[in-house]
């Protein structure tokens, strides 16, 4: 599939490492078409609606795999055995993530450590494997979702926008680490999302939808762009929201 003027997108399988991610699907989607999927998640022997929805979209073959994020001693195993099986990484969307209960890590120290564990710590373990993997190869691309959580933190979601604030730090320095190496970084930055991460909650001011976040994001693989903000509007509110005093920040909404 060609994109505008810009390259497709390198060959290899797509691995989606958070296997029923809602963004992390529709990106899947429309990555499918002739490529081998392979998804992988907690409770593995679970994901037939999803193989099937991927072979719909015509992916050549739909493969599952066990993972838990949390198991960073276990991260290297599945990359090796993504490899062993199937060959080539292509683009590796690491899609997994926790909203967590702000209220609750307010009070649980432990709750608030899962959080960061997931969305930081485990993202900055399987993005250094990654990149370690896609220098071997030569090539590959990595897609990581930041937040407008993690912009500026605000007071009533600072765990969650903890993490995501660290990733985002931490992605701007792998990507400048990887630059000449050939290895296509992508980071995602977008606002509220409506869907299950978000169920029950109002949706923010620019909301999108996993569908726009992944045209977004499949944007910015062709293009190989460096950073993609979904909706592409919400660049100067991220400008502005770094001007607001702190006395008002605070009662900033989540
Ligand atoms: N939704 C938003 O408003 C929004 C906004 C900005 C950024 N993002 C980020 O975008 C990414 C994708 O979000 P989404 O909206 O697609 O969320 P989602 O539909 O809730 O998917 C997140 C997935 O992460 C998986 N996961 C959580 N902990 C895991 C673990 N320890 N090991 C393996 N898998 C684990 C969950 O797996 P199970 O099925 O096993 O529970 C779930 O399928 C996340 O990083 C999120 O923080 C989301």
């Known amino acids: 599939m060609a994109f505008g003027s810009s390259r497709d997108v390198d060959a290899g399988v797509i691995l989606l490492l958070g296997g029923r991610s809602e ?12 490529r081998v999927v392979i998804l992988a998640a907690r409770r593995s022997d679970d994901l037939e609606k999803q193989r099937r929805e991927l072979l719909t979209a015509e992916a050549s073959a739909v493969q599952t795999v066990e993972f838990d994020a949390d198991d960073l001693g276990g991260h290297q195993a599945l990359l090796e055995k993504v490899v062993a099986e199937h060959g080539r990484i292509g683009v590796a969307v690491l899609a997994f993530g926790i909203l967590g209960d702000q209220a609750r890590a307010e009070q649980d120290p432990a709750h608030a450590v899962a959080i960061v564990h997931t969305d930081y710590v485990a993202q900055v373990n399987m993005l250094t494997l990654l990149a ?19 912009i500026r933190v605000r007071r009533a979601n600072y765990v969650y926008g903890s993490a995501k604030a660290g990733l985002d730090g931490f992605v701007n320095g792998l990507q400048d680490a990887l630059h000449g190496s050939g290895i296509h970084l992508l980071l995602v930055r977008s606002g509220f999302v409506i869907g299950r991460m978000t169920a029950g909650m109002e949706p923010a001011p620019m909301s999108s939808t996993p569908d726009q976040v992944a045209d977004g994001v499949i944007a910015g693989l062709y293009k190989r762009s460096r950073i993609v903000t979904v909706p592409k509007r919400l660049k100067l509110v991220f400008i502005a929201m770094r001007l607001v005093p702190q006395s008002l920040w605070r009662r900033a909404p989540r």
């Open 132 to 150: 370690n993997l896609l220098r071997e190869q030569g090539d590959g691309q990595l897609v990581a979702f930041s937040s407008i959580a993690g």
């Open 23 to 34: 963004i992390g699907l529709e990106v899947a989607r429309r990555l499918a078409p002739g």
